[in-house]
């Protein structure tokens, strides 16, 4: 039976452009923190391998600091370490992958071509292959069938299942015909769990920390037990803060502030929320900026959003003989036409309170 790690898409110096230059460099700090976390989990396991299928880098402009952390880290893994580099980090003669003096215990598939790496001890053999630059349009699967030999077959890769376009695409038929015992895959930044196709299972680990409100929930990477009648696996968390987004519906509410206090999660001082305000309420716009000022201590990041919509029965108001009734007729057919147009639910309230504050001083 194989122990086995797998992970990818870290994508290490990531921009963090949605966070202050203070927050961003703390995150990016962060990222590299998840090297050792791995490491760590390696040991904890008694992991047999550890595979990493591509973008361990956000780009080729990796700070220094970064590329010491990783190369480090892996060395401390008590194990083989393969990597396959991505449509992010592709392998090039100038590339990080080819500049750094990487562990013994590392092995970088450096081919546009399948390779394998031999494992006599474990009685297993991984295959691989590097993207070679940051679009490719073929399958690296076409055509491949694993030996049958008696030994496990693993392969390691950077790809898309079920995705046309130019980012290494694969057919689960592809998948099935390969014969393979395990294939891990990087690319898609949600956690696949473990998937079969024939024979073969196949998983993407997703990325072990979300870097932004695409990716929620989560983060990790798979710690996997495989051998000849199957692969069972398990989600390993390693990120340090999630992203999160939460909708809160406003409809009955006179306080905003109290609605959020009732739908949030006891602990939320590490992670970054997106807190989307729906349902219907009155004619006054909300006041995000006072609200995010009242919660934001509660959150590592936080943004707001209003759409709610205005109360049905102040479009009641739209048969009155006034301006208000008039711009209220104006304005109904449009907010019908788009409901979810949250600009237009704000035209109505801020056009609304213009109209009232007006007729109230009125002659």
């Not at 402009?61 to 083989?80: F, S, V």
């Not at 494992?119 to 490719?136: D, I, K, T």
């Not at 998983?203 to 990790?220: L, S, V």
Request: aromatic letters at 8%; one cysteine or more.
């Amino acid at each position: 039976m194989l122990t086995i790690i797998h992970g990818a898409d870290f994508h290490l110096d990531s921009p963090f452009a949605g966070l202050s230059p203070q927050r961003s460099s703390q995150r990016r700090a962060e990222q590299r923190e998840l090297l050792s976390a791995l490491a760590e989990l390696s040991r904890q396991r008694r992991a047999d391998l550890v595979l990493l299928s591509g973008d361990l880098l956000d780009s080729h402009q990796t700070y220094r600091e970064t590329a010491q952390a990783l190369a480090q880290a892996l060395g401390q893994i008590p194990c083989r370490v393969l990597i396959a580099p991505g449509n992010h980090d592709y392998y090039h003669a100038n590339s990080l992958y080819a500049a750094l003096d990487w562990p013994e215990n590392v092995h970088i598939f450096t081919s546009g071509n399948l390779e394998a790496v031999a494992f006599p001890r474990l009685n297993c053999v991984v295959h691989g292959r590097a993207f070679q630059a940051s679009r490719e349009d073929a399958s690296p699967l076409a055509g491949f069938s694993a030996p049958q030999d008696g030994r496990m077959h693993l392969m390691v890769l950077h790809g898309q299942v079920d995705g046309a376009g130019d980012y290494a695409p694969i057919s689960k038929e592809e998948i099935a015909a390969s014969g393979l015992n395990y294939l891990a895959l990087g690319h898609v930044h949600q956690c696949s769990g473990v998937q079969r196709e024939k024979n073969t299972f196949w998983a993407y680990p997703g990325c072990p920390e979300g870097r932004g409100f695409d990716e929620t929930g989560e983060k990790g990477v798979l710690c996997l037990t495989l051998d000849e009648r199957g692969c069972q696996g398990e989600l390993v968390p390693l990120s340090r803060r999630r992203y999160e987004e939460l909708a809160v519906d406003l409809t009955g509410w006179e306080n905003p502030l109290e609605a959020v206090r009732a739908a949030l999660p006891p602990d939320t001082d590490n992670d970054v929320y997106r807190i989307t305000f729906t349902g219907e309420r009155g004619e006054s716009p909300l006041d995000l900026t006072a609200l995010e000022g009242a919660l934001a201590p509660r959150f590592y990041g936080l943004t707001l959003r209003d759409r709610t919509r205005v109360r049905r029965e102040v479009w009641a108001r739209r048969e009155e003989d006034s301006l208000t009734g008039l711009f209220l007729r104006s304005m109904a057919a449009r907010c019908q036409a788009d409901p979810e147009d949250e600009t237009l639910q704000l035209a109505v309230r801020f056009g609304l309170a213009a109209l009232e504050r007006g007729e109230d001083v009125a002659p």
